[in-house]
């Protein structure tokens, strides 16, 4: 390795400390050049989370809610002033279009500012209420008041490589918010967006000292670090999310752990859908913007295509005909729509991926026959929209359960609803489903059927085809996580985040007690 390529300073305990080393170097996924090093070698990790602990906690809690909100607003608006940096080291380190660029850098920026709205409104306060005062007894002088109050400890985030900037951001919005000082481990793959971000905003002073830290490089020793107060929050595979459950901090102190893992997310066209219709070209155009939208490196991506048996082939030729027409390569070309994977090796695990999938599955679509524009494919991490298909998807096993995450989709038909149903569920617990329709009875039952194994489910009809979300476009007002195999994690959705980092407590006390706590 070339070790002149600059070596990025972690900052712990309150000092930007540079790790010792080579470290592990971040390039270009689509020109091969080499970046930047991250290393946290020979770091005090117990040292530095103590630091947040003690320092950061303590300032943080000291302020109400209102005034953590004008920090976040104060911190986004540092953030806004750098966009033109982030977006360079985005096209550099991720390989993305400056679309895609937005959804990550902008998403994280618009969150923030979520926050900091939604935090205002909880006023001059330490602690919150948590529903009223109930009496225990006939007696109303003693009764039962729940309190949320800021746990006493740091949130440590360990980050997928997808959402350098979002990923913070939606996750440290909340804790900062709550009181709670962060230490944010990023993907070491595009670890860069990430420590220049929480650079910004520490050099700008608009945190009190140990409220925010960047730990880059090896997770070794991070969690060993955590202490019974502490919370973490992962986000990443299934396979590292099965390490973080089993460690003693989680297991044997009880660290409380959010986990946000893979996820086969599904799009469900309405039995009796015609395939001249608006709801069949709404689920067409969101399928084909799902895969390609970073290069489908989104967890939220439609990896699950089901639609009445009768459309198969009409979904096939609309979807790939849309799919054929997106130029892929080089981001820095203004004809490019799709950019890159964000490293070789993941270009690797998704060509290994869809082996996998192509055993169970037909070629629709071959992102092989894509050129790439402006891009070597012997260096580029780039691969073109591949769309499969399988006329049987209830003998399919793989497809049900193995997430490439890249560019890829498999079309599936199905005979009646409720088989529709059931193979939506073999995904055992997805992020978001979306369905398409125009009956507003059968979206509501469908959503009432499809909630229980669903953190979102997304309704697209006509009447709001210009003002939805997006299937896979993760909003703050909304719940993000979902069951069993996506983590069982819960993020977001309004102010339902901040329970994560509070504790809930029960003072049991005379009336008079606990209207000092402010209680009816
Ligand atoms: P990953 O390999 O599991 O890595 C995730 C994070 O865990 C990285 O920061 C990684 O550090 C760290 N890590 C690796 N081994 C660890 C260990 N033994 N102990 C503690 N931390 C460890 O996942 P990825 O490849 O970056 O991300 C892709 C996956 O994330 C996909 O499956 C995707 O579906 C999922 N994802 C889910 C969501 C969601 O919100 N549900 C969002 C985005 C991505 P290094 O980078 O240094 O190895």
Not at 15 to 35: H, I, N
Not at 67 to 81: C, D, P, T, Y
Not at 444 to 466: F, M, N, Q, T
Request: aromatic share 6%; hydrophobic share 45%.
């Amino acid at each position: 390795m070339n070790t002149s390529s600059p070596l990025l300073p972690n900052y712990l305990a309150g000092r930007w400390q540079t790790g010792s080393g080579p470290g592990a170097l971040l390039r270009d996924p689509v020109l091969g050049t080499e970046l930047v090093r991250v290393s946290n070698g020979g770091l005090d990790l117990i040292e530095g989370f103590a630091f947040a602990r003690d320092q950061g906690g303590r300032a943080l809690r000291a302020m109400t809610y209102a005034e953590r909100a004008a920090m976040l607003a104060a911190a986004a608006k540092v953030l806004q002033s750098h966009r033109d940096a982030y977006y360079e080291i985005a096209t550099a380190n991720s390989g993305t279009t400056a679309k895609d660029s937005a959804v990550d850098i902008d998403g994280g920026l618009f969150t923030l500012g979520y926050y900091a709205k939604q935090g205002e409104a909880l006023g001059d306060v330490r602690f919150m209420l948590d529903g009223p005062a109930a009496r225990m007894a006939k007696d109303p002088t003693f009764q039962s008041q729940h309190i949320m109050v800021p746990t006493h400890g740091v949130a440590l985030f360990i980050n997928a490589f997808n959402f350098p900037s979002w990923g913070l951001w939606e996750k440290a919005a909340p804790a900062l918010l709550s009181g709670v000082p962060v230490i944010i481990k990023p993907a070491t793959a595009t670890a860069w967006l990430t420590q220049r971000m929480v650079q910004d905003v520490i050099d700008a002073g608009v945190l009190p000292a140990g409220a925010l830290s960047v730990v880059c490089g090896s997770s070794n020793g991070l969690m060993d670090a955590l202490q019974p107060f502490d919370v973490l929050s992962f986000t990443g595979s299934a396979e590292t999310a099965h390490v973080i459950r089993s460690h003693r901090a989680v297991a044997a102190q009880s660290v409380r752990v959010n986990i946000e893992a893979d996820s086969l997310n599904s799009a469900l066209l309405a039995p009796g859908t015609a395939a001249d219709s608006d709801v069949f070209k709404l689920l067409v155009s969101e399928v084909v913007r799902e895969m390609t939208v970073k290069a489908g490196q989104k967890c939220t991506a439609i990896r699950r295509i089901f639609v009445p048996a009768a459309l198969y082939d009409a979904a096939s030729q609309a979807i790939s005909a849309k799919l054929a027409g997106v130029t892929v390569g080089n981001p820095r070309n203004a004809s490019v729509r799709m950019g890159s994977l964000v490293s070789r090796e993941q270009l690797d695990a998704v060509q290994a991926g869809l082996a996998q999938l192509r055993a169970e599955a037909e070629v629709l679509h071959d992102g092989a026959s894509h050129t790439l524009v402006d891009a070597d494919p012997a260096i580029a991490a780039c691969v073109g929209p591949t769309l499969l298909g399988t006329r049987h998807p209830d003998a399919a096993r793989v497809l049900h359960e193995v997430e490439v995450f890249g560019p890829v989709a498999t079309l599936m038909p199905y005979a009646s609803l409720d088989e529709a149903l059931a193979l939506i569920r073999r995904g055992q617990g997805s992020l978001v489903t979306s369905v398409y329709g125009d009956d507003p009875a059968f979206i509501a039952d469908a959503a009432i059927e499809l909630a229980s194994s669903h953190g979102r489910v997304h309704a697209i009809s006509p009447d709001v085809a210009a003002l939805h979300s997006g299937h896979g476009n993760v909003m703050p007002m909304s719940l993000h996580g979902g069951p069993g195999r996506a983590g069982g994690g819960e993020e977001l959705g309004g102010l339902r985040a901040l329970n994560f980092y509070h504790r809930r407590s029960a003072i049991q006390a005379s009336t008079a007690a606990l209207k000092r706590l402010g209680a009816a």
